[in-house]
């Protein structure tokens, strides 16, 4: 009889050793996950064409949250190198007026350089970028330094100079005709930005706001939507390309 309850009991802690190693490693998963989406790599999508032709509507990419971070030692950046942001990165960061929101668009100028932009052409410290392999214009018409256009006129093809202040970058859409950026509402700040664009792991075929959040109901219906449509509106030419 005791060594019938000395199994029982015996199985007992088995089993519910077997139960503390799923909970174990279930907590240990999502701790590195929560780690790695908070300081290395997050996924984003791209909701708008601001940044056409180098990200489309639909992309969705990689970005590397932790190339623009600060080590500690020697050792630490050897084994997690860190650098500064770079004039030409496709960067992330939280919009300087509504930090609860993140936009996507090209670092064109960084702390201290001055910029200026004549009739579509960007000059950054006096020198013309060169701009060519990413930028795209929609629309061939120039518009004049003219205090009689509206602002999204007046700044979109003549801005500047314009010298960035320390601590912050200077940031563009490649959609250079279509973009809301630092032409209309000023420098990003160091601190808003939250890494590099580094690379497009889906492209899905969608529409300007099908990736608004519009209820329960909507997010249903479009689930079902990539579901049944997967391999028809799946944009397989972008599939792991890198973000230039």
């Known amino acids: 009889m005791k060594s019938e309850q000395i199994a029982e009991t015996t199985e007992e802690y088995r089993r519910k050793g077997v139960w503390r190693e799923n909970i174990e490693a279930i907590l240990v998963a999502i701790v590195i996950a929560l780690f790695i989406r908070t300081f290395v790599v997050q996924a984003f999508k791209i909701p708008s064409g601001s940044m056409k032709q180098t990200l489309q509507i639909g992309d969705h990419i990689l970005v590397n949250k932790f190339v623009y971070g600060q080590t500690g ?14 004039r030409g990165d496709v960067v992330v960061f939280k919009f300087p007026d509504d930090p609860s929101r993140d936009f996507i668009k090209r670092c064109i100028g960084l702390p201290g350089d001055r910029v200026e932009i004549v009739e579509k052409t960007v000059f950054v410290n006096g020198q013309a970028l060169d701009d060519q392999t990413f930028v795209y214009h929609a629309d061939s018409n120039v518009y004049p330094r003219s205090p009689f256009l509206h602002e999204s006129y007046r700044l979109r093809d003549n801005f500047g100079p314009y010298v960035v202040p320390e601590d912050s970058i200077f940031c563009l859409g490649d959609n250079r005709d279509n973009s809301l950026d630092s032409r209309f509402w000023g420098p990003v700040p160091l601190t808003y930005v939250k890494g590099r664009a580094v690379l497009i792991y889906w492209s899905y075929e969608a529409g300007r706001d099908d990736w608004q959040w519009r209820g329960l109901g909507h997010r249903l219906k479009q689930l079902a939507g990539v579901f049944f449509n997967f391999f028809t509106k799946t944009r397989w030419e972008r599939e792991f390309r890198l973000i230039h």
């Open 73 to 86: 030692g020697a050792l630490d950046r050897l084994l997690l190198p860190a650098r500064e942001v770079r």
